[in-house]
């Protein structure tokens, strides 16, 4: 009796004598012989024969990690009575020790098929000869040898490399990476770039605090789709948004990661600008694994505890996984890390603590004559001075925030008959996110001179007054976020498959800002004729302290505000081969989607009618239709030529019809060409497009505490003839203006006249894989992107550097829409960075790849180096204007674009424990916004040194440590920093850190 089972191949090696030195992933649990080895297929991508009745009554080990084909069987069938042996270089023989028959041990495959067909081989066991397997495997193998969707296509294939530059981190890449959240594995690649977001980021995050993103190439997290399974994830952000919140997706039930890197609007629709992450989940588990881990930094905060359990059980007609994860990461001090702010207030070159904010705590204000005061107590009051009044905020930030996160998830599918399968996909992820801000901060309140808290008997206007005496506002964020997916897949015909999905997503969440100030009540505590009666008390703001505990019952308010996302799909795909050239078989896919995606945001009451500290907030409800049709094919032009192994062509196009911005069509055109069974080279073109968000068209405008650089601070003392100094002179800016503080209020909001952006991208890279190192493949990848109508929020301190760099401040940006100042200080009293369709964003670069495996005695070797060079980036905000040069800089407040980014890593392993080394390089910057020659302006390489080490106890139990930033590296001084004195976007303040997990299999 024969159990037979047929399992999908994806194959990345190119020359066929190295694969025996290739390693797999394996996870598989001690168990019974036959449902081993189906795992075993399965994971390893394989056709397996083998007798059933004499399998069955064996027990087979457990197998976990990464190993060598020939190495992963025998650990697998070791003291099982059952040996495995090569028969005929492509027959593997599985039989008991009185019956086998050994006939070499070496994996070499001389076949013009290459490791396709060697993995697609017949493995043979028992009663059948195994020269009758032998040579029935040919046969056997090429009805068995079945292709998979790879990421960039929906045709299957059976080359992941195939489709464009793409990174795919399997299980055991995760494991050895040590990392439990999915953000941090992939904005640790150096294919990541800018700012994406992090859920326990100490800076505001665009799409809602709390969030996880990932940024590739640094065109933005909305210009990068995120898939599971291939198919779209609804936005997981704090009311109306477009960020998918990565870390509701549980990487223990992943199985791969693929990461590509090129545009794929042709494929997916709008958004695949910068390129696709695609998270896919096991097929199948079996069994119950408990997992937990605890992490601390050297600072003794920053806790990370996590509990995760998953569950598992397949059978011959389908199978079942669940997950259920708990997180809790505790808050991070920032004043341990930064004190104070640092700044060179001497000139020297030297920092010291600067003395911090102009928003003082007893008030900054203005007399007629321009000389301002500050007041410090009392009555008392005295000349304004910055290094004697200054606030320092960092006492009351975190460097790493607070996350507490609950997650669950489910995937299933069961198999109606033999061509038809129901799937499914459950998930739920409930977060609560906190991060304390320092108090609130009164502005341009006039005070005449008769008032009676007013000491200085002149007419006065209260510039800027911290509410210190109610302490720190809070910003709290509850969101919930369900996703549920159910279809039906099949095959007709010999060489035909389709899908149909259902895909539902909805976000809801509360935004709560604690201890706002209600601005009409505080305005009725300072007038006098109202004040003192019916419940209201008179409050004094001019003085440190003033402010009574009474007064602050009465004006202080818990802000909170509720929205949501939702996103409705059905999809239906279908692919196969039309027939056949002399090359190959002609794959063709085609299918159409139709999705809506909408967004809410219900502001606090009190915000929407202009009465708490902020600007006033409409409310926010819009949505946008989208139906879509696309068509593939694959042409296998050339094949089995000298010096053409293959030459095959991808052709894609898809039409888009919105019901906002109507239709549009993109195209993709891809060409590989496998000059040797060692040498390849491809080459992608295509066009790309994103629509405005619901974010981005509907959200109202409002205001946000950013870092900003103003150009004109202390312009005085420049060279006269410098245009900085001559345009802040014509501005009208006081001589003796100084920026105070680093922080300037900004507007921000949406735009609904916003028309969809335009991209073209292009790629060409080459992949070696020499067979005279076994084991050894480099990759080198050109990109070049180009973005027309460029949707963007320029920065203020951008705006600001533009404005007074051009010539007689003639750019448009000098504009009073775009930003004011106050007449009798300098300071600026408005500034916007609104979205809007701007001039065109060009970057370029190579990646760059090697990985290297190979043994020392019985230790399994791997050596891997990721690099990206960036070559250009440049943003022109109006046709004809000069460009912002991004490449090479960092700084406020976008992110870091450093030409060189790189991760390296080292493992070593066996059966029975490994170590791992990971580097991660930031190189070295530029800040923008610094002056040339200053401190903090260049800034050099950073380099991120991890270990982690694991052990097999038993069969059940594996215990791993880890150490992030080991060497403790400290965050470089940024001239222009965000917070903590250095760009928070880009570097770490967090420090070392300390991890240990333990996970317990049970089957």
């Known amino acids: 009796m024969l159990f037979v089972l047929v399992a999908v191949l994806s194959a990345t090696a190119n020359a066929d004598d190295t694969y025996q030195h290739k390693k797999l992933s394996f996870d598989i649990p001690r168990q019974r012989a036959d449902l081993a080895l189906t795992l075993f297929a399965e994971q390893a991508d394989l056709t397996l024969v083998f007798a059933f009745d004499e399998v069955q009554a064996k027990t087979a080990n457990r197998l976990v990690g990464e190993y060598r084909l020939k190495d992963g069987i025998e650990t697998l069938l070791q003291d099982t009575g059952l ?160 960020s998918v919140d990565l870390n509701m997706i549980p990487l223990s039930a992943v199985s791969r990661v693929e990461v590509l890197k090129d545009g ?79 700044a060179d207030i001497n000139g020297d070159n030297t920092l010291v603590c600067s003395p911090g904010s102009s928003s003082t705590a007893g008030g900054r204000a203005a007399l007629p004559d321009g000389s301002q005061v500050n007041f410090t107590g009392g009555d008392a009051f005295e000349p304004f001075n910055i290094q004697d009044h200054g606030f320092n905020s960092n006492p009351f930030f975190n460097a790493s925030n607070p996350v507490e996160r609950v997650s669950l998830s489910a995937f299933g599918n069961y198999e109606l008959n033999d061509r038809t399968r129901v799937f499914t996909e459950a998930m739920f992820n409930w977060r609560s996110s906190t991060q304390p801000g320092s108090p609130a901060t009164l502005r341009n ?121 939702e996103q409705k799909s059905i999809s239906a795909n279908i692919s196969g081969f039309l027939f056949d050239l002399p090359a190959g078989s002609v794959g063709v896919a085609a299918g159409f989607e139709f999705r809506e995606d909408r967004g809410w945001l219900n502001p606090d009451a009190l915000l929407t009618a202009g009465a708490a500290l902020g600007n006033a907030q409409d409310p926010i409800d819009g949505s946008v239709d989208a139906t879509e049709i696309y068509g593939e094919v694959h042409l296998p032009v050339i094949s089995g030529v000298r010096g053409i192994e293959e030459l095959n062509v991808d052709l894609a196009v898809r039409f888009s019809d919105y019901d906002l911005f109507g239709s549009d069509t993109n195209y993709k055109t891809g060409v590989n060409w496998q000059v040797s069974p060692a040498l390849k080279v491809r080459g992608t073109y295509s066009t790309a497009f994103r629509a405005p968000s619901i974010p981005e068209l509907f959200s109202g405008v409002r205001e946000a505490q950013l870092p900003t650089a103003d150009p004109c601070s202390d312009w005085a003392a420049m060279d006269p003839a410098s245009t900085i100094y001559l345009n802040c002179q014509a501005a009208g800016v006081p001589a003796n203006y100084v920026q105070f503080g680093s922080v300037v209020i900004t507007d921000i909001g949406g735009n609904p006249a916003l028309k969809p952006e335009d991209a073209e991208t292009f790629t060409v890279g080459v992949v070696f894989e020499p067979g005279f190192v076994p084991g050894l493949a480099l990759t080198i990848d050109y990109f070049d992107i180009d973005i027309d109508n460029a949707i963007n929020q320029t920065g203020g301190s951008s705006k600001l550097n533009i404005c007074y760099t051009s010539q007689g401040l003639s750019h448009p940006f000098c504009g009073p829409e775009h930003h004011t100042r106050n007449s009798l200080t300098g300071d600026i009293d408005f500034l916007s960075a609104q979205s809007a369709n701007t001039g065109n964003e060009v970057m370029s670069g190579i990646d760059f790849g090697a990985s290297y495996d190979f043994d020392i005695g019985a230790v399994q070797q791997r050596v891997q180096l990721k690099a990206t060079h960036l070559q250009e980036y440049e943003i022109v905000a109006f046709d004809g204007d000069t460009p912002i040069v991004r490449d090479g800089g960092v700084g406020c407040c976008v992110g870091g674009y450093p030409k060189w980014r790189a991760n390296g890593s080292w493992t070593a392993s066996t059966d029975k424990w490994s170590v791992g080394y990971n580097m991660q390089m930031i190189g070295s910057a530029t800040d923008w916004n610094g002056a040339p020659g200053a401190i903090g302006t260049e800034i050099d390489a950073v380099f991120y040194h991890n270990l982690q080490g694991s052990y097999r106890l038993n069969d059940s139990v594996d215990l791993r440590i880890g150490i992030d930033n080991v060497l403790d590296e400290d965050a470089p001084y940024v001239r222009s920093w965000t917070d903590g004195n250095t760009d928070t976007m880009t570097y770490s303040l967090l420090g070392r850190f300390i991890y240990a997990r333990a996970v317990l299999s049970l089957n």
């Open 83 to 242: 040996n495995a042996t090569i028969s005929n270089q492509v027959v593997l023989n599985i039989a008991t020790d009185t019956r086998s028959e050994p006939e070499g041990n070496e994996m070499k495959v001389k076949t013009k098929a290459g490791i396709g067909a060697f993995l697609a081989a017949v493995f043979s066991v028992g009663e059948v000869d195994a020269q009758q397997a032998s040579n029935s495997s040919g046969a056997a193998g090429e009805a068995a040898l079945e292709e998979i969707l790879v990421t960039g296509s929906r045709i299957k294939r059976k080359d992941i490399t195939s489709v464009g530059p793409a990174t795919v981190l399997n299980e055991q890449d995760i494991l050895n990476l040590g990392v439990t959240n999915a953000e941090l594995l992939l904005q640790r690649l150096p294919s990541s770039a800018g700012f994406a977001g992090n859920s326990n980021a100490a800076y505001w995050v665009s799409g809602g605090w709390g969030t996880a993103q990932v940024n590739l190439r640094g065109l933005g997290g909305n210009r990068t789709l995120v898939l599971l399974n291939g198919r779209r994830v609804v936005a997981g952000g704090t009311g109306a948004n477009d």
């Open 445 to 565: 309140i006039a005070f005449d001179a008769a008032h009676p808290s007013n000491p200085t008997g002149e007419d006065i206007l209260v510039l800027r007054r911290r509410t210190a005496e109610f302490g720190s506002r809070i910003f709290e964020q509850d969101v919930n976020t369900w996703r549920l997916v159910t279809g039906v897949e099949g095959d007709f015909g010999n060489d035909w498959s389709y899908d149909i999905a259902l895909n539902w997503g909805r976000n809801s969440a509360v935004d709560a800002l604690l201890n706002n100030i209600n601005t009409q009540r505080l305005g009725e505590t300072l007038d006098t004729a109202v004040c003192g009666a019916g419940g209201i008390p008179c409050a004094d703001i001019l003085g440190e302290g003033d402010l009574t505990a009474d007064v602050g019952d009465y004006i202080l308010f818990n802000q909170r505000e509720s929205g949501g996302n």
């Open 264 to 342: 794929a609007s042709a494929v997916y629709g709008a958004d695949a600008v910068a390129g696709v992450v695609n998270f896919i989940t096991k097929e199948s588990f079996d069994g119950l694994q408990l997992d937990s881990k605890y992490g601390v930094t050297s600072f003794g905060d920053g806790e990370e505890y996590s509990l995760g359990l998953t569950w598992g059980v397949s059978g011959d007609k389908g199978n079942f996984i669940f997950d259920a994860r708990y997180q809790d990461n505790r808050a991070a001090a920032l004043v341990d890390r930064a004190p104070c702010a640092l």
